[in-house]
């Protein structure tokens, strides 16, 4: 009973893995001001996304969001948007540990995925059906999906939707009782997730390590384990998380005969889950409550918290459950001597049982009509109900027999197929590896020829300009005054260009061409760590070069005056929200959290592509410089006729000399603790030059070690009339 009582309620701890930045009540706030401006598909995904949001702290709104978000979806024919709603709905049924009630939904959220090319929401869509799979016993089938969106998000190299499904395969282990698979994996799953100061994966995977230290008994490491589990979900605010916590404290103390410990986080447990509305929970705190209170011999207030949890059990159409809690008051009734109250829960709980398959619990009924059918002298009648005691509990062992041997040729099946699979998996690797490697030494040789040729270009076009230029000057000697101070830009130009050429290009060049010798002299010999090595070294370098010349070849036609304004009416909100979700992906890779800050409604009159270059890379370079778990936010104030737009980050900061160096347009910029993705200084370089072509000065405020804030201002758009 212990087992399975553990095991139930760290249910939801295995629903879903996300990361822990869809918990930001900021961006959920932020997302709920901007909606009115939204229509179409944009305002379905926005929807979705709040009700995705708001799914753990405040399930009521999630539904409510979601239900719209369905209603636009079919109206419009969006597979998309009736996919993540679908998901959405299956995903909190799962949340309220009722897997079962998820199941249509889920399958049609997999209809309708498969009809878009967004592997990212099909590969959560599967976890979630390996979770159904799994609640429902279906184990094989539920590690074939579960493995399946774990290959998808590898692929994807997404870090906390990995550690989710580890997890996720962790549980899979536990039900199957292979404990020390499932042990390893867990705490695999916990050194990353404290490593990512992932407040959510630490919440959850202490839980359910709590929950093997216990049922191994070592309760000291269980209790730390679900304390440290409480003190997480404070952090994100996941007050679901918490309460489960306090109940798996007060069953350990209970379990221990630390009777008012265990009613001290019964009670936490319980004030939570009536208020955010799960009865389920809220009816085994209640009736774990009745049990401490019986075991204490306070009978009274065992009664109390009896009928409090039969009452929600029965209006939470929980049969199973509310037999049960009748039956303890039968319990508690025969040990006061009051037989005739006792028979008449008893009888109750009897009643739920017409139409419920026999458990352990009808078997406790029987023997309590055999306790007070010989207390009143009914002696031939208590031993038929002995007897049906007796025979169903050694039904109930037979079954419980089958069952065990059930699993135990499921995990003989499941360690074959992963032992064929890693069989095979190893053969196919070995056939690879010849022509991963030479595909690499491909790869390497082209990357090689294109940085090549498109420095060539670069070099040529600036010497033909050059030329061009000088031509020009002797065929009018009588403009030389005035042609003279266009030479001289033309050369700062050209002096420049070959500066950032020479000095930002030869370092990655040089790191392909040495990796590359390197590669070639060793790959017979190195193993796969160094070759792995060698090629993310190779493909670092390759990727820097690759993104400098995006910014060098921008950089140039803006020198050249190439550069042509075009303002239009922009909604502010709408770009703000853009270019977040572009961001998105580099800041949760590097622990960051996005935030935005804007009024309602903000219409600007600019050149929309250099306001998103702009916020682009203020909001890049915030990201790249920040500290783990930092932040940086979008901010936008009235400021008279025009508003004035700030990118506010917590980084490291930057000395005055820098800020200074950055305004007067130098490149190369020093910062201190350079990372392996640190940039150019060209970004900034366009910012700077962009925001004066806007008509504006971009401000840099920064203070070391504090973080930095860069600002300008842009007009508004004129009313319409």
């Not at 992932?198 to 995977?205: E, L, Q």
């Not at 064929?420 to 010849?434: F, I, R, T, Y």
């Not at 061409?513 to 060698?534: C, I």
Request: glycine content about 4%; overall charge neutral.
């Amino acid at each position: 009973m212990k087992i399975l009582r553990l095991i139930a309620f760290t249910l939801f701890f295995s629903f879903i893995t996300i990361e822990i930045y869809a918990q930001s009540t900021p961006l959920a706030d932020s997302l709920q001001k901007i909606l009115p401006a939204f229509q179409g598909e944009s305002k379905i995904d926005l929807l979705n996304e709040l009700g995705w949001e708001l799914k753990f702290n405040n399930p009521k709104q999630a539904i409510e969001y979601t239900n719209e978000a369905l209603k636009l979806a079919v109206s419009l024919t969006y597979y998309e948007g009736m996919a993540l709603a679908h998901r959405n709905l299956g995903a909190i049924y799962i949340i309220q540990g009722q897997p079962a009630e998820a199941g249509p939904d889920i399958d049609k959220a997999s209809e309708f995925i498969e009809k878009t090319n967004n592997a990212f929401q099909k590969a959560k869509i599967k976890n979630l059906k390996a979770i159904i799979l799994r609640e429902t016993h279906r184990y094989k089938e539920s590690i074939v999906l579960q493995k399946e969106a774990l290959e998808i998000f590898r692929s994807l190299n997404d870090t906390a939707e990995i550690t989710g499904n580890l997890h996720n395969l962790a549980i899979l282990y536990q039900r199957l009782l292979d404990e020390d698979q499932a042990l390893k994996l867990y705490l695999e799953v916990y050194d990353i997730e404290n490593k990512r100061k992932n407040h959510f994966g630490i919440s959850r995977t202490a839980n359910n390590l709590g929950g093997i230290y216990d049922r191994m008994g070592k309760y000291s490491k269980a209790i730390q384990l679900y304390k440290t589990s409480v003190a997480s979900s404070q952090v994100i605010g996941n007050r679901q998380f918490e309460s489960a916590a306090y109940h798996q404290l007060g069953n350990i103390y209970l379990n221990s005969l630390a009777t008012d410990s265990a009613l001290f986080y019964y009670e936490k447990a319980a004030a939570i889950n009536k208020e955010l509305g799960f009865l389920e929970y809220l009816g085994n705190n209640l009736f774990q409550m009745g049990e401490a209170y019986r075991q204490s011999g306070k009978k009274d207030e065992a009664i109390s918290k009896y009928l409090g949890s039969a009452e929600v059990f029965r209006n939470n159409q929980d049969q199973r459950s509310l037999a049960n809690a009748l039956n303890q008051l039968a319990l508690v009734y025969i040990s006061l001597k009051e037989f005739d109250v006792a028979k008449k829960f008893a009888s109750e709980a009897l009643n739920e049982y017409k139409q419920l398959p026999a458990d352990e619990t009808l078997a406790n009924i029987y023997t309590n009509y055999y306790k007070i059918s010989k207390e009143k002298g009914r002696y031939k009648e208590s031993l038929g109900f002995l007897e049906k005691a007796v025979n169903l509990r050694d039904s109930l062992s037979k079954v419980a027999r089958d069952k065990e041997l059930d699993e135990i040729e499921t995990r003989y099946e499941v360690r074959k197929i992963e032992e064929e699979n890693s069989k095979l998996m190893a053969e196919n690797e070995l056939k690879a590896k010849a022509i991963r490697t030479q595909q690499l030494i491909t790869l390497v040789l082209i990357i090689m020829v294109v940085v090549i040729l498109v420095t060539i270009v670069f070099v040529y076009r600036s010497k033909r300009q050059l030329r061009n230029m000088n031509i020009k000057l002797v065929k009018q000697s009588h403009e030389l005054e005035e042609k003279a101070g266009e030479l001289e830009t033309a050369n700062a130009t050209k002096d420049k260009l070959f500066s950032i050429i020479a000095h930002d290009i030869r370092n990655p060049f040089s790191a392909v061409l040495n990796f590359s010798e390197l590669l070639l002299e060793e790959v017979e010999s190195m193993d796969n760590p160094t070759l792995k090595m060698y090629a993310d070294n190779i493909y670092l370098s390759s990727q820097n070069t690759f993104v400098l010349l995006e910014n060098l070849l921008f950089w140039s036609k803006s020198q050249r005056g190439a550069i042509t304004l075009q303002p239009s009416k922009v909604n502010l909100n709408q770009m703000v929200l853009e270019v977040l979700k572009t961001a998105k992906a580099n800041a949760v890779e590097s622990n960051v959290v996005l935030k935005m800050n804007l009024p309602e409604n903000i219409f600007l009159h600019t050149d929309s592509t250099l306001l998103r270059i702009i916020l682009g890379n203020l909001t890049g370079n915030a990201i790249r410089y920040n500290k783990p778990g930092g932040s940086v936010e979008i901010v936008a104030e009235n400021a008279g006729n025009k508003v004035l737009i700030k990118v506010v980050d917590t980084g490291k900061g930057m000395e005055q000399n820098r800020v200074k160096q950055i305004i007067e347009g130098k490149t190369n910029v020093p910062v201190p603790e350079k990372s392996k993705k640190e940039g150019t200084g060209l970004g900034l370089i366009l910012c700077v030059d962009f925001v004066k072509r806007l008509g504006s000065e971009l401000s840099i405020e920064s203070t070391p070690g504090e973080g930095s804030v860069f600002s300008f201002t842009v007009p508004f758009a004129e009313k319409e009339e």
